[in-house]
C-alpha cells in the first residue's frame, strides 16, 4: 500500500505550495516572487530592451508616432492635441506607474492601505488637512473648462490602457514585492497629485511654534529672534520699484493687541511638514548679457530627491505646439520646459497661505460653534481609512464655515499630529480649498508664442504661488510673482488666530494687478530664489517673516556682474558652490576667537575654518567645520534663553543670528543666563568651537571630514528601499549654495535654455527615464547629475526619424 | 529513458503551464508526468527536482544575465539580505526543485498505489 506515502507527500506539496504563495509561514511568497515566468525576474529587464511596439486604442482618434531614445526621453508626435495627452499618461503608466499611484495614495490620506498602521497618522494627517476635499473642490473647477476636462479624460483613459495590459508578470517589481495592485486612474488622482505639490509648496508655517514663541518672550525680544526684515535681502522685485496703488485695505481687528499679538497662551501641536527649504532658483538674461544676444532662461527647482524621480522627460509635438521639457507622472503637459518660442519655469513662492484659528464648540460634540455671536452648525466629513492587515478606522472631521469658507478642524481632541496633549479646536484655511485651475497654466504655457500669451497663463496660478520665469526667442524676459494671495496686515497668520468672529479672517486677496512682476528690466536679468519677492518699505501687503536670502543674494550678485553669458557659464552658475551666508559670519567668527584658550585640536579646526573659501566644494573640511560651529554657536547663544520655553518652540533663523551680531556684537542674547558674568562675543564664539570640536572629532575620526562624505547626500526609493536607493553620492553644495544639494533635497531638475535660432537646450535630472529598479534607466542620469554634468536636450522634429539617437519607435492608432 | 523522458516532460509542460496559469502549476505538471510515467519514488522525485532546478536555475540565470544582474542585485538584497545574484538564482531553482520534487512524488505514490 502506498496510499499513506502518497497523503503524506500530497500534504508536503500543498503545504510548501501554501507557504511559497502566501505570507502565512514565511515574511514574502518566495514562490510567487521567485517566478521566473511570474514574479520579480520578469522586472529584469534585459539590457537590450526593444520598447517598440505597435498598439491599437478605441480611445484614439488619430495616429501618434513615439520615438524613444537613448536616454528613453519619448518624443510623441500627434496627429490630435488630446491624443498626445493620451498617449503621455499611457508612457507615465509604463514608465511610472507605482510611484504615480503612491504619491497619490500618500496625498489622499490612503498610505496605510499599502503599508499597514504605521501611515494612520499620516493619512489622518492629510485627510484632515482637507487634501481630498482640496482635490474635490479643483476637481469641479477643472472639469468645468472644456479643454483641460478633455485633456485629463484623454490623459486619464492612456493611463487605465496601460493598467489593463498588466498581468501578473508584468506588474512593477514594488506590487510583486509589497503585495498588492493598482487601480484604476481617474481625473480626481490628478487633481490630488496637483494638491500633493501645493502641500509640498504651499503647505509650510510655523502658526504653532510662533505663537509658543510669541507667548514665551517679551515683544522686544520676539522682534529680535524674528525679525520681519532682513539686511542682506536684495528681493526678487529690486528696491525702489514702484507698485500699483494699493486697493485692498486689511484692517487689523482692534482687540488685535490684547487678544492676538500680546496674547500668552501656548499652543502644542506639532504636525509632519513639508520641507522647510522647499525651494527653486530661477533665472532668465537678456540678449544684451549673452554671447548671443539672444536670452537665456535657467531653472533648477529644489525639491525632496526621490527615486523614481518626480520629474519625467518628454517632447510633446502638436500641430499646435512643439514642447519639451519635465512632466509630473500624474498630470499631462511640460510642467517645466520651452517650446518653438519660449522657455518658461518656476520656483516656489513660499508666502505662507496657511492659517489656523482657534474655534470654540459648544460641547465635545463639536454640533455646534461660536462665530459672531451665534451658534452655527457643523458640516462633518466621514472619512474611513483603510489600514492593510487591520480593521477600518473611522474618523469624523468637523468643518466650520468661517466667513464665506468651510475650513476643516484639522486638530481636536481626537487628533493633534499624534505629540499633543492640547484639548484645544484649531480650523485651518488654508488657500489651496479654494477653487482653481492650475492645469490650464501648463497648457497655456506649452502653447505661448510670446509675453501676452505668458501673462494669460500664469494668471490661472492661484495656489502653489510661484515666481514664474519667462523668455522668448524675440528677446523678451519676463518675472512674476504669481500666486492667488491673501491680502494680509503685519502678523496676520503668523501666530494661531481667534475664530469666534470674521475680525481675524482673510479680508481678501491681493488684486492680480498688483502682483509685483518685471518685464524687460534695464539691469538685463530677472531672477528668483525663494527671497522675500519685493522691499517691505513700498509694497503695501505683509509678506510674513522668513524667506532664505543668500541663494537670491549670490545670483543678483553674479548676474549683475556677468557679460557676453554663454549657456556653459550659466550651467556653471548652477551648480556653484559659494556659501555667502558663511562668508559673512567668518571674519568675525576669525576676529573673535581667544586663540591662546584653545587647545591642540581645537586650534586645527580653527586654522581650517580660517583657510575655507566658504565654498561647499566636494573634498573641502571647511564646510563641515563652519556646519558644525555654527550649530553650536547658535547653542551656545540661545540654548539658555529657550531652557523654561514650551515645546516646539520656534527657534530663530540662521539669518537672524548672524545679521543681529553684524549689526551689534553686544547682541543681548550672546549673555548666558545662567552664569554670573556677562559673556562677550568673544566667549560665545570660543566655547562654541570647542563644543563644535567635540563633535568635529568624532567626525574626524570616522573618515567624514569632508564635506561631501559629512553631508552624504541620498536619493531614496520611495518606499524607503534601501537597495533600490543610492547613497552617499560625490556631490557638493548646501542650503545657502547656488547648488542647494542637501542630504536628501535639491535641484531637481537642472535646466539651461538658450533661446537662439535654433534653440540650445541643457538639462539634467537625479533619476532615470524607467521607475523599474531592474532597469539600466532606473538611475542613469544620478551620477552625472552628481557630477554636475547636463545633456543636451533633443528638440526632435518629423524629419529626424532616421537618427542615430533613437532607440525605438512606438506607434499608436485607433 | 523514462529519466529523460520525464525529465524534459516535466520542464516543457512546466514551463508551458507558467504561460498561462500561476506559478504553482508547476507542481501539476511534475505530478501529472509521475503519474503517466511510472518511476520510483525516490527516482521521480529526482527527475522532477533537477528538471525545475534546471528550468527555474536556467530561467533566471538567463533572464539575470541579459540583465546585466541590475535587477539580481537589489533584490537579492531586499529578500536574503545578502547582494549576491547568484544566491538569489539558486534560492530560485531550489524553490521550484522542492516544489516539483514532493508533487512527483506525490504523482509517483499515486500510480505505485493504483497498480497495486
Known amino acids: 500500500m502506498r496510499i499513506v506515502p502518497f497523503i503524506a507527500s500530497a500534504v508536503i506539496s500543498t503545504g510548501l505550495i501554501v507557504a511559497l504563495n502566501t505570507n502565512l509561514l514565511l515574511p514574502a511568497p518566495l514562490g510567487k516572487l521567485l517566478s521566473p515566468q511570474h514574479g520579480v525576474w520578469q522586472n529584469a529587464e534585459p539590457a537590450a530592451t526593444d520598447y517598440s511596439a505597435n498598439l491599437k486604442f478605441d480611445n484614439l482618434s488619430g495616429k501618434v508616432d513615439v520615438y524613444l531614445d537613448d536616454r528613453l526621453v519619448p518624443h510623441i508626435f500627434a496627429e490630435q492635441e488630446n491624443d498626445a495627452y493620451f498617449v503621455q499618461g499611457f508612457l507615465h503608466a509604463k514608465f511610472r506607474l507605482w510611484q504615480m499611484e503612491l504619491q497619490v495614495f500618500a496625498a489622499g490620506g490612503r498610505a496605510s492601505e499599502i503599508v499597514g498602521e504605521k501611515a494612520l497618522d499620516h493619512d489622518r494627517e492629510f485627510r484632515r488637512l482637507g487634501m481630498v476635499f482640496a482635490a474635490e473642490i479643483a476637481l469641479q473647477e477643472m472639469e468645468k473648462d472644456p479643454v483641460i476636462k478633455s485633456q485629463c479624460d484623454a490623459y486619464t483613459s492612456g493611463v487605465n490602457a496601460f493598467i489593463e495590459t498588466l498581468t501578473e508578470s508584468s506588474l512593477p517589481l514594488e506590487y510583486k514585492l509589497i503585495g498588492y495592485k493598482p487601480e484604476k486612474w481617474s481625473n480626481l488622482k490628478t487633481s490630488l497629485f496637483l494638491k500633493y505639490m501645493s502641500y509640498d509648496l504651499a503647505g509650510g508655517e510655523d502658526d504653532f511654534e510662533m505663537t509658543n514663541a510669541k507667548s514665551f518672550f517679551n515683544t522686544e525680544d520676539f522682534n529680535k529672534l524674528f525679525p520681519a526684515l532682513q539686511d542682506s535681502l536684495d528681493p526678487i522685485i529690486p528696491k525702489g520699484t514702484i507698485f500699483e496703488p494699493q486697493k485692498v485695505f486689511p484692517v487689523v481687528p482692534q482687540i488685535a493687541d490684547s487678544v492676538y499679538l500680546n496674547n500668552r497662551d501656548v499652543a502644542f501641536v506639532q504636525s509632519s511638514k513639508p520641507d522647510r527649504d522647499n525651494g527653486s532658483n530661477n533665472w532668465a538674461v537678456s540678449g544684451s548679457k549673452t554671447k548671443s544676444g539672444a536670452p537665456i532662461l535657467c531653472n533648477d527647482p529644489h525639491l525632496g530627491l526621490n527615486l523614481p524621480s518626480l520629474w519625467y522627460e518628454i517632447q510633446i509635438s502638436v500641430p499646435a505646439f512643439n514642447a519639451y521639457g519635465v512632466s509630473f507622472p500624474g498630470a499631462p503637459g511640460v510642467i517645466i520646459g520651452y517650446n518653438d518660442s519660449c522657455a518658461f519655469g518656476f520656483t516656489n513662492g513660499g508666502r505662507d497661505v496657511r492659517d489656523y484659528y482657534e474655534i470654540n464648540f459648544k460641547d465635545d460634540n463639536r454640533q455646534e460653534y461660536s462665530f459672531n455671536g451665534e451658534w452655527l452648525k457643523t458640516k462633518f466629513r466621514i472619512d474611513t481609512i483603510k489600514i492593510k492587515g487591520k480593521p477600518d478606522f473611522v474618523d469624523s472631521v468637523a468643518y466650520v464655515k468661517l466667513g464665506s469658507d468651510w475650513c476643516p478642524v484639522m486638530y481636536d481632541k481626537s487628533f493633534s499630529g499624534g505629540r499633543s496633549t492640547n484639548n484645544k479646536y484649531y480650523a485651518v484655511r488654508w488657500k489651496a480649498h479654494d477653487a482653481s485651475n492650475e492645469l490650464r497654466i501648463f497648457n497655456m504655457l506649452n502653447h505661448a508664442k510670446n509675453y501676452s500669451d505668458y501673462s494669460a497663463a500664469i494668471t490661472n496660478l492661484h495656489t502653489p504661488g510661484q515666481n514664474c520665469v519667462f523668455a522668448t526667442k524675440s528677446g523678451d524676459i519676463a518675472l512674476r510673482t504669481q500666486g492667488e494671495w491673501p491680502a494680509k496686515w503685519k502678523g496676520q497668520g503668523d501666530f494661531v488666530m481667534p475664530g469666534t468672529d470674521s475680525s481675524f479672517l482673510w479680508q481678501g486677496m491681493i488684486p492680480q494687478d498688483e502682483v509685483p512682476y518685471q518685464y524687460n528690466p534695464e539691469r538685463g536679468f530677472v531672477s528668483s530664489a525663494n527671497q522675500k519677492p519685493v522691499d517691505d518699505a513700498t509694497y503695501p501687503y505683509y509678506l510674513g517673516r522668513d524667506y532664505p536670502e543668500y541663494r537670491g543674494f549670490t545670483i543678483n550678485k553674479r548676474l549683475i556682474e556677468m557679460t557676453a553669458i554663454t549657456p556653459q557659464d550659466m550651467m556653471a552658475l548652477q551648480v556653484d558652490n559659494f556659501d555667502a551666508g558663511a562668508a559673512m559670519a567668518k571674519p568675525f567668527i576669525v576676529a573673535n576667537m581667544n586663540e591662546a584658550d584653545l587647545n591642540a585640536a581645537e586650534k586645527k579646526y580653527f586654522e581650517i575654518l580660517k583657510s575655507w573659501n566658504c565654498r561647499n566644494d566636494v573634498g573641502t573640511t571647511g564646510a563641515t567645520v563652519f556646519a558644525s560651529f555654527w550649530k553650536s554657536f547658535e547653542e551656545t547663544v540661545y540654548d539658555d534663553e529657550y531652557v523654561n520655553a514650551p515645546k516646539h518652540t520656534m527657534r530663530p533663523f540662521f539669518s537672524s543670528l548672524l545679521e543681529e551680531i553684524l549689526k551689534d556684537s553686544a547682541y543681548k542674547f550672546i549673555d548666558n543666563v545662567s552664569t554670573e558674568q556677562t559673556e562677550t562675543l568673544a566667549d560665545a564664539v570660543t566655547t562654541a568651537l570647542k563644543k563644535a570640536t567635540v563633535e568635529l572629532q568624532k567626525i574626524d575620526a570616522a573618515g567624514n571630514l569632508n564635506w561631501d562624505k559629512n553631508k552624504a547626500t541620498h536619493i531614496n526609493h520611495l518606499a524607503k528601499l534601501a537597495p533600490f536607493s543610492r547613497m552617499n553620492l560625490p556631490i557638493g553644495g548646501g542650503v545657502r549654495n547656488i547648488n542647494a544639494s542637501k542630504v536628501d533635497h535639491g535641484p531637481s531638475w537642472r535646466m539651461v535654455i538658450s533661446l537662439t535660432a535654433e534653440t540650445e537646450a541643457y538639462g539634467v535630472y537625479p533619476g532615470g527615464q524607467s521607475g523599474n529598479p531592474g532597469s539600466k534607466y532606473y538611475d542613469s542620469f544620478v551620477d552625472d547629475w552628481a557630477a554636475g554634468k547636463y545633456y543636451s536636450l533633443w528638440m526632435m522634429t518629423k524629419e529626424q526619424t532616421g537618427d542615430k539617437r533613437i532607440l525605438a519607435k512606438m506607434s499608436f492608432s485607433k | ?116
Open chain 2, 1 to 116: 529513458m523514462k529519466f529523460t523522458i520525464s525529465f524534459i516532460l516535466t520542464a516543457l509542460l512546466s514551463f508551458g503551464f507558467c504561460l498561462f496559469m500561476p506559478w504553482w502549476t508547476i507542481a501539476i505538471a511534475a505530478f501529472i508526468v509521475a503519474v503517466l510515467i511510472p518511476q520510483k519514488p525516490g527516482k521521480a522525485f529526482l527527475t522532477a527536482f533537477i528538471a525545475l532546478f534546471i528550468l527555474w536555475g536556467g530561467l533566471s540565470f538567463w533572464i539575470s544575465n541579459n540583465n546585466d544582474h541590475i535587477l539580481a542585485h537589489k533584490v537579492s538584497q531586499v529578500i536574503l539580505q545578502m547582494d549576491n545574484p547568484y544566491v538569489l538564482i539558486l534560492a530560485t531553482a531550489l524553490v521550484g526543485a522542492l516544489v516539483g520534487g514532493f508533487a512527483a512524488l506525490s504523482g509517483s505514490y499515486l500510480r505505485s498505489s493504483k497498480q497495486k
